[in-house]
């Protein structure tokens, strides 16, 4: 976890009201972090990590930030956990869809009846949990009438491709695709959509693959001889959602450190 660092509201706008899905660690928790060093309220969202949330918003500077629980793979769950949200912080302005879920490795190979359940675990939450918050989401910010924004957290493995996770990559790539279809048709309604792509990140989730020898390998795709940090990703997140980057509805973003070129 990076310093915290002085509160300080950068301008006379109101603060904005921010959902960041899979946000208790990892990328979303630095996402958390960037909106509320920028003087936003923000909503933690979790499934399980209750406590490890309640930690993520208790170290925010500012106030009025909260926690929602919910799970992303059940359906009847999603309109209670944006209406928690809306509640909590008295709307909502932006939307990052960060929560995602990989399993175990899947070769083709596997039994049949493994491979339904994993694709079916990972496209719950990473492409129809993001497309199910985003509805809900678009219906507050059409009634609210104020424009917003929607930023989803994909994946380098969504061109470059996942041999061993296959649904994972795929899901991220419906997820970009998803994104740029919302862009356009929000934009009449001032609601931008974009998406990053990042490689990989310093997380823990990714802790042991970056360990010893595989690490050294992982590092050694990019030229840079590393993997991002969180915070370079949320650093992205918090330029997406900024007014600036209204024209940038409809793009995706590399943040994989020239490991990844895509034509």
């Known amino acids: ?86 509640e909590g912080l008295g709307g909502v302005d932006v939307l990052v869809n960060n929560a995602a879920v990989i399993t175990q490795a899947q070769p083709p190979t596997m039994p049949y009846d493994e491979w339904v359940k994993a694709w079916q675990d990972v496209l719950a939450v990473n492409l129809l949990g993001a497309a199910n918050v985003s509805h809900q989401v678009i219906a507050r910010m059409l009634a609210q009438g104020t424009g917003g924004r929607i930023i989803n957290v994909g994946s380098r493995g969504a061109f470059r491709g996942e041999p061993g996770h296959a ?24 609601i931008a959509v974009t998406s990053v792509a990042p490689g990989f990140v310093e997380t823990d989730r990714v802790a042991d693959r970056l360990s010893g020898t595989q690490g050294e390998h992982i590092r050694a795709q990019s030229p840079f001889n590393r993997v991002a940090t969180p915070e370079e990703i949320a650093a992205a997140v918090l330029y997406l959602a900024s007014p600036e980057a209204l024209w940038a509805s409809g793009t995706i973003i590399d943040l994989n450190g020239a490991s990844y070129l895509r034509t």
Request: proline fraction near 7%.
């Open 167 to 190: 649904a994972y990559g795929a899901s991220k790539a419906a997820l970009h695709a998803m994104g740029q279809s919302l862009a356009v048709a929000l934009a009449p309604h001032g």
């Open 1 to 86: 976890m990076s310093p915290q660092r002085e509160f300080v509201q950068p301008s006379a706008q109101p603060p904005r009201r921010i959902l960041v899905t899979g946000s208790s660690s990892g990328i979303g928790a630095a996402v958390a972090r960037a909106f509320a060093e920028y003087g936003d309220r923000v909503a933690i969202h979790y499934f399980s990590g209750a406590e490890r949330a309640e930690l993520v918003r208790a170290a925010l500077p500012g106030g009025g930030h909260i926690t929602v629980g919910a799970d992303l793979a059940d359906p009847a769950a999603v309109p209670g956990l944006v209406e928690a949200t809306v």
